[in-house]
């Protein structure tokens, strides 16, 4: 997302925010005899709205605002842009044009945050680790799909899982494909770059159970008779994601993964470096 269109959409949502919290409030503290008496709805009705507005408006700056479930702004968004949809066409059928142009155009604001807000950006998820072992035989261990099932963290969970080995035999062009239970899914791999001893770039294209296409790369530094690998991952955010990302972030469910798997190819490499001397 550029700066500019992150700025714009700043000043939005924080507009919007004082907008309907004040609407919101209005209409918590407004007696309900004097709300019903040019409203045709019942009062428990308008104080729901109420609390529905105040939480909107929240929902438009605090999840930006504190850096935690970004993905509840545009549907903070997109629940308020449908109230003010709804406010618009009561008051259009009411015969109260010029009233209807407010919501209207208050409509036209939240969904542009909303659609703002929502579109794919892109993730990045990252763990590093040292590892007691040369970094020529940490990469032969990521550079051949066949040692995947050493280290790999996702292998245990079907036992059973369908590979099929393709292309190189390992390092560039190397391709892995697998077909599994619930868990594990199915997708496919393909090395793109091995840079051996020190970078390995792969494309990842999963297909069940949900599809998503990201790029993994591994960078093996040397340091102080250690080497530190780093995986990554990094791809567009889709709106599956996006919806995922209310109740874990992408960071929190691939890291813990990459922890995992880190630990195991150190456990791998480490045991092979001692039984080699």
Known sequence: MTPARNRTLWTVQVLLALLFIFSGAMKLITPVAEMTKDVALPGAFLHFLGVAEILGGLGLVLPGMLRIRLALT????????????????????????????LPFVTFLLTSFVAWGRSRPGVF????????????????????????????????????????????????????????????????????????????????????????????????????????????????PTTYLTLVMSIFCSMDDLLGKDFVSGLQNLKHVSE???ATSV
């Open 271 to 273: 045991q092979k470096v």
């Open 74 to 101: 545009p549907l903070a968004a997109a629940l308020l842009a449908f109230i003010v949809a709804a406010a618009t066409v009561i008051t259009l059928a009411a015969g109260q044009g010029a009233v209807a142009m």
């Open 124 to 235: 990045r998820v990252e763990r590093s680790l040292a590892i007691q072992a040369p970094p020529e035989r940490i990469f032969a261990h990521l550079a051949d799909f066949h040692h995947w099932s050493a280290w790999s963290p996702w292998e245990p969970r079907d036992p059973a899982m369908k590979k099929t080995y393709s292309g190189s035999p390992s390092g560039e062009g190397a391709v892995y494909e697998w077909t599994g239970n619930a868990q594990v899914g199915m997708g496919r791999m393909e090395i793109l770059e091995a840079a051996a001893p020190s970078r390995l770039r792969i494309k990842l294209d999963f297909l069940k159970p949900f599809e998503g296409h990201q790029t993994a790369e591994f960078t093996l530094a040397p340091s102080a008779g250690a080497t530190t690998v780093t995986w990554a991952a990094f791809g």
